[in-house]
């Protein structure tokens, strides 16, 4: 093994993982300020796929700036989707029953959304043909994929993004404020339920904007949400649950430590990497790389 | 006050009709919806959702194309025209479902023969049901032990994964002598879903060997596969002169696909499976990338088979026609005509003429190779041969055994 193939498997690791990242802060932004465990999260990423999908076909939108067109009607839907459903199963109530009926909703949610676009798209997997997708930038001896890379530097512009807008602006405190003691910004005259639609309305957005850079590289089709949510709920987990750098850092993590783990284990076992790593993190660091411990003893 | 009781005996009057039209309906219908013992009912258990789903969607095509076709033509004449229905059930991602899905088709009416699953590791649960409830069962699945377990009414009409990786090694060397290019090193790559691996053990544990092929890439995956790099890094460092593929997941497929391009890797695809000549292979990557791949498969249209892809295509819309429809068409049609022979509905009499067939004529024998429909006693069609198949400008067509192909195979070289 040449210090050009580490390298490789290095980069690699990072371009997947950067993707993997914008689809996590998502799902952990929603669980840090609404404490939802959102199964439905991979499928509006799929939603976001195909949207991006029909953009470019239809439009010639190139699905780069499909990925950014699409956030405002995902961020609208998701609003909409908090309004009518969500809010029924969030804020105040008995905290075990309200959790049971947001899981049966999240999930329910997922299979709905799964079979009504097989029923209406059919199961046909599409793909937006792109030049940069089997293209490579050069550098040295690596090989860097251009639609990864792309994804990648847009990954971390949104993900730039929502940090400056939680850290630097008003309503961003709020949302933070509303999240970390909802009761107290209540009496702050935070709307604490509004705070929660904006969360959700950001979260989907962002997983779908996440589903349009993937889009770039990956075939679409009405089940490809099962590839990637076990790993958004790890990426979360690992790194801290309700912390938005956190799940970043955990996105990146699982694309490194799957790129990795080839170099001593055998193709099938490349996710068993990922869940030794989970453990160990857990293991060693219950909070997660950038939680808070909650209950020290 | 009359007319206030007139009103209310009108009411009534109404309302008592409404209530009998509404108990009179159902019965009004039933005969209409079940003529009975006057149909034989398949069974039809392919995955409709999931990321399988399109592959039973393409085998319900060719189903639905065979029964339209025979009942057009008159049905079952042996059962005084009796009529094909299909019962299609949704055997759905996971081998569970599969299972389940089977048990309730079969077990909720009377089903003559039963069609699916398209992946061997469903196919392999699916038979079991089948086996048990005594419904003759006809599958393309491929893996090898589907027909080692002493099954009396699984029927396997493809070549099994061995036998395929066998002769399709045979042929493809030849090929390359040929073409002076002869086979010296290989890459095995591809997920372990059961079909692919049947194909590639014996290739891994003696055939390549004994052609003095040495295996210089052997990666395997279990789907999705997250990322293709470090594979394709391994085929760009041994330059392989011919790389055995089978990536049953689409995704997985094209990453694969997508990643040669990027690095510039030309050793030659020989894909194991129907899977790779799936139309949304063009749109999804492209006429360009796939041209030259080959792969092995149990069916596709051979020549002399115009008239049959014409059809296909004008009724489904489909841009050509492909393994999985062409095997559920030749299956509804091999039980058609089990059915004439038993002149019966009854599923244990279908299985003992099928047992029986020799078919030399017919649009079954005619769908596949080697034109002969007969399976032996363990329910392997005799006579299956493998066909190669090869992109062409995008669309694929059979280049092997050469007197059946409808284009000449062009060889790539590195």
Redesign the interface.
Same mark, same amino acid.
């Given at each position: 093994m040449s210090v050009g193939?580490l390298l490789?498997?290095l980069v690699?690791g990072l371009l !997947?993982g950067g993707v993997y990242a914008l689809m996590s802060i998502g799902l952990g932004l929603i669980f840090g300020v609404m404490r939802v465990v959102n199964f439905a999260q991979g499928d509006f990423m799929m939603l976001g796929m195909y949207l991006t999908y029909f953009l470019a076909t239809g439009y010639g939108v190139d699905p780069l700036l499909g990925a950014v067109v699409i956030i405002p009607p995902f961020f609208l839907l998701g609003l909409g989707v908090h309004r009518a459903l969500l809010v029924r199963v969030t804020g105040g109530g008995d905290p075990q029953r309200l959790m049971d009926a947001q899981l049966i909703l999240t999930l329910g949610l997922s299979l709905i959304i799964t079979?009504a676009t097989?029923m209406l798209l059919?199961?046909?997997?599409?793909?937006i043909?792109t030049a940069y997708?089997?293209?490579?930038f050069v550098v040295g001896p690596v %090989?860097l994929?251009q639609a990864r890379s792309y994804a990648f530097l847009m990954a971390l512009l949104l993900a730039g993004a929502v940090y400056l807008f939680l850290t630097r602006t008003d309503l961003g405190k709020a949302l933070r404020a509303a999240a970390d003691e909802p009761e107290a910004a209540g009496y702050q005259g935070i709307d604490v339920r509004a705070m929660h639609g904006l969360a959700f309305g950001i979260g989907i957005a962002l997983v779908a904007a996440a589903g349009g850079l993937l889009a770039t590289?990956?075939?679409i089709?009405?089940? !490809?949400a !099962?590839?990637f949510i076990v790993l958004m709920f790890v990426a979360v987990v690992v790194g801290g649950l309700g912390s938005i750098p956190g799940a970043f850092a955990g996105g990146l993590m699982i694309?490194l430590v799957?790129?990795l783990t %080839?170099l001593v284990l055998?193709?099938?076992l490349?996710?068993v990497g990922v869940f030794i790593a989970f453990l160990l993190v857990l293991y060693l660091r219950p909070q997660g790389l950038f939680g808070q411990r909650l209950r020290a003893v | 006050m009359k007319s206030v009781l007139t009103v209310r005996r009108r009411i009534t009057v109404a309302l008592a009709l409404t209530l009998v039209a509404l108990v009179a309906a159902p019965t009004l219908l039933v005969p209409k919806m079940a003529p009975a013992a006057e149909e034989l009912k398949i069974a039809l258990v392919v995955p409709l959702s999931g990321r399988w789903a399109r592959q039973g969607q393409l085998k319900k095509m060719g189903a639905e194309m065979a029964i339209a076709e025979i009942n057009a033509q008159g049905g079952i004449k042996a059962l005084g025209g009796a009529k094909i229905v299909l019962r299609e059930a949704d055997a759905g991602d996971s081998v569970e479902k599969a299972v389940s899905a089977a048990q309730r088709a079969l077990s909720r009416e009377k089903i003559s023969a039963g069609i699916g699953s398209w992946l061997s590791s469903f196919t392999l649960g699916v038979t079991e049901v089948a086996e048990r409830l005594e419904v003759p069962w006809f599958t393309l699945s491929y893996a090898d032990n589907i027909t080692e377990r002493g099954f009396k009414y699984t029927f396997q009409s493809s070549p099994v994964s061995s036998v395929q990786a066998e002769q399709a090694l045979e042929l493809l060397v030849e090929i390359a002598k040929r073409n002076n290019a002869p086979l010296k090193k290989a890459a095995i790559v591809g997920d372990n879903t059961a079909a692919t691996v049947f194909f590639f053990k014996p290739l891994r544990e003696k055939l390549l060997k004994a052609k003095g092929i040495e295996i210089v890439v052997d990666e395997v995956w279990t789907p999705p596969l997250a990322d293709a790099t470090a594979i394709v890094q391994k085929l760009r460092a041994t330059q392989p002169d011919i790389m055995f593929y089978g990536a049953t997941n689409f995704p997985d497929s094209i990453q694969v696909l997508q990643k040669i391009k990027e690095f510039g890797v030309k050793t030659p695809i020989q894909g194991v499976g129907a899977w790779l000549v799936t139309p949304e292979y063009v749109k999804a990557v492209g006429p360009e990338l796939l041209d030259n791949i080959k792969t092995v498969v149990a069916a596709h249209p051979l020549k002399g088979q115009d008239e049959l892809v014409k059809r296909f295509k004008e009724r489904t819309g489909e841009p050509f026609m492909t393994q999985d429809p062409l095997m559920s068409y030749a299956h509804v049609w091999i039980i058609k005509e089990a059915a004439e022979r038993a002149k019966s509905t009854d599923p244990k009499a279908i299985r003992e003429a099928v047992s029986k067939l020799d078919l030399t004529s017919g649009p079954a024998a005619s769908t596949l190779t080697p034109g002969r429909i007969r399976y032996d006693e363990r329910g392997r069609r005799i006579g299956a041969a493998p066909i190669i198949v090869q992109w062409q400008k995008g669309e694929p067509f059979t280049v092997a055994p050469t007197e059946l192909a409808t284009r000449t195979l062009v060889w790539q070289t590195k």
């Open positions: 193939d490789q498997y690699t !997947v079979n097989t059919t199961p046909m997997p599409r793909g043909k997708a089997t293209q490579a %090989l994929n590289y990956h075939p089709e009405p089940t !490809v !099962v590839n694309g799957q790129s %080839l055998p193709f099938q490349q996710n | -």
